[in-house]
């Protein structure tokens, strides 16, 4: 399976049999300054209607869109969505927030979308076994590189992908990675946008991997 960080909270998820899944697509304005989303899915996550994480209609190759919690079967993906807030006052602020779980060639794969709290105990058993987690790290928005971290070691996963922080092409007033990255041990900085990983290969313990934008 490869995974490639197209930028902000968007990733390109394919699978050995050619299966492609995305996450929250963006679009392009205000403070996001990468290049427009062109590339091709089957899948479409869509974490909530904001623009910055919706802009479906931007991906080729007629996608199914999924939006909203409950269990569900997408092009022969299982998909978990899990209702969260994306903020800490139960979405008076900035609304709903839904988490996406779906397993692919055996990894099972948790993208937190724009979770603006830490996770209660039930939404910790409902996302369950967690091999990759997708977490934001820049704050403000989101959970911040302290929650985020207390997040990780709720969910305990085996590699970590940092999302949503502010880089060259992003200047929302959020932080940056170097936050998270403060302290930890087992951190790889890949110099390109995309990793692969195999089932039996994946860290243990927890392994940081940031990725670079590829727009």
Known sequence: MK??????????????????????????????????????????????????????SAVQ?????????????????????????????????????????????????CHLGDLGHQLDPGQVKEIGAVDILFVPVGGFYTIDAAIANRTVDQLNPRAVIPMHFRTARCDYPIADVEDFLKGKADVTRLEGSEAEFEPDS????????VLQPAL
């Open 61 to 109: 190759g007629k996608p199914e869109v999924v939006k909203g919690s409950g269990a569900r079967v997408a092009r022969g993906i299982q998909l978990r969505a899990i209702a969260t807030y994306h903020d800490q006052s139960q979405g008076k602020q900035r609304g709903p927030n839904t988490v996406f779980c779906f397993e692919v060639d055996g990894i099972r794969l």
């Open 202 to 209: 994946l860290p243990a313990p927890t392994r940081v991997v």
């Open 3 to 56: 995974i490639k960080w197209l930028g902000h909270a968007c990733f390109l998820i394919t699978a050995k049999d050619g299966l492609r899944i995305m996450t929250d697509p963006y679009a392009v304005g205000g403070g996001i300054k990468y290049a427009p989303v062109t590339e091709a899915a089957d899948i479409v996550t869509v974490s909530h209607d904001h623009g910055d994480h919706s802009n479906a």
